[in-house]
Structure formats: C-alpha cells, structure tokens
C-alpha cells in the first residue's frame, strides 16, 4: 500500500498540494480503488463516465476496437499517469474507446464531476484544475505525435517515426518500449507480420537492434 500511496503523492495531478489539501482532495473527489488482472477491461466504449484513473502500479492501454474486429492502440499509460479525464468532465460525452488492463494493475478512479459543484474546497480545487489542464495539454501531445508516426507510408517509416521518438525522450539510443509486437503494430497502424518482417529487415540493414521490447537505434 505504501508504494500506491506514493504514487498518488508524487503524481502530477496533485502537485503542489499539501498533505492535507490532497486527503480534501481524495475526499471529496470520492477516491476508490480497484484492482485489474491483465486484459480485463476496466471501461468500455459505448458508455459514459463521472470518473478519471490514475494508475497506481501496472499499465493499461487506450483502445479502439471496431465493429470489424480492428484494433488501434491510442497510447498506453503506466505508473502515475491518467486516463479517461476528458470523458469524466463531459459525462454526457460517449465514450468511442476501451481501456484494457496491459498487465495486472492498481487503479484509483477520481469523480471529477464534483469539481463543477460548491461542496469542493477551493483550497486545493485550482491547484487540482491548473494539473489537470497541464495533463491535458500533454495528452494532446501525445496524441498528435501518433498522428506524425502514421503518416509515414512505408512500414520502415512508420516504425522509425516512433524509435525516433522514444529516443529523445529519453535521451538515449537504447530503450525499452510499452507495448508488444501486436500493440505495437496497432499503435502504428501496421499489420503485425509485415511488420515484423520490416524490423528484421531494418536489423540486417544495421540500423537497429532488438530484443522483445527493447530496441537500440544503430544509426
């Protein structure tokens, strides 16, 4: 337990809080916890939500799932990080996307629709509002920067788009990804077995190296 309440301390969303704003803020954002097996859903599109997760430990993944049986990864969030915020504060808004467990994991699910009421103490309500618009912002980031990795027509364009990516935001040419070779295939719109193919090709041309999910830029 110690680790999920660091989490939660430590977390963007809360920055800049005191102890005790952030207890006010748990409180009166109705704070609940769950706990998910890897691959269990946790929300479903179709629906609508009054809650945001934070992932306390574990990672899921942002989906959307056609009629056809046609996955697309949207992005994928890990320890600390936040998801569904944007439906939570728009309740009436549909949901187009699932989130999946990626691996087992530990949520706390946060009823932001209490923000738009008087009951809230503004202590601690604009340091909340001011993170949640940071996260925001940077989840536009994210999602944009998806957009820039599809756009490549060939598979080899398409796969160092995103390596690229990876590499200077963690200011390194070695790294771990977060997803596998099915999500990410999904995550770059690509079919799994030509890319596969694509990376063994790009291995041989000695422009990377890899391992499951860790890759290394060569050139």
Request: glycine share 6%.
């Amino acid at each position: 337990m110690a680790k999920e309440n660091n989490t939660v301390k430590i977390a963007v969303l809360f920055q800049g809080m005191t102890a005790d704003e952030l207890d006010t803020c748990l409180k009166d954002l109705k704070a609940s916890q769950k706990k998910y097996q890897k691959g269990e859903t946790i929300l479903s599109a179709g629906n609508t939500t009054v809650y945001m997760g934070i992932v306390l430990s574990g990672s899921i993944t942002i989906e959307s799932n056609d009629a056809f049986g046609n996955c697309t990864i949207l992005s994928n969030v890990s320890d600390g990080g936040f998801f569904a915020e944007t439906y939570a504060i728009l309740p009436n808004e549909i949901m187009p996307i699932d989130v999946i467990a990626n691996e087992d994991c530990h949520i706390m699910f946060l009823n932001v629709s209490h923000l738009f009421t008087d009951y809230c103490d503004s202590t601690w309500k604009d340091k909340f509002i001011k993170n949640l618009l940071m996260i925001s912002a940077q989840k536009n980031l994210t999602l944009s920067g998806r957009s820039f990795h599809t756009s490549p027509k060939s598979a080899r364009g398409r796969i160092m788009s995103y390596l690229n990516t990876v590499s200077l935001q963690k200011h390194t040419n070695e790294f771990d990804i977060p997803f596998n070779r099915q999500q990410l295939a999904d995550y770059l719109n690509l079919e799994r077995t030509n890319m596969s193919k694509e990376l063994g090709k790009m291995q041989r041309d000695g422009l990377i190296t890899f391992k499951k999910s860790h890759f290394k830029i060569l050139s």
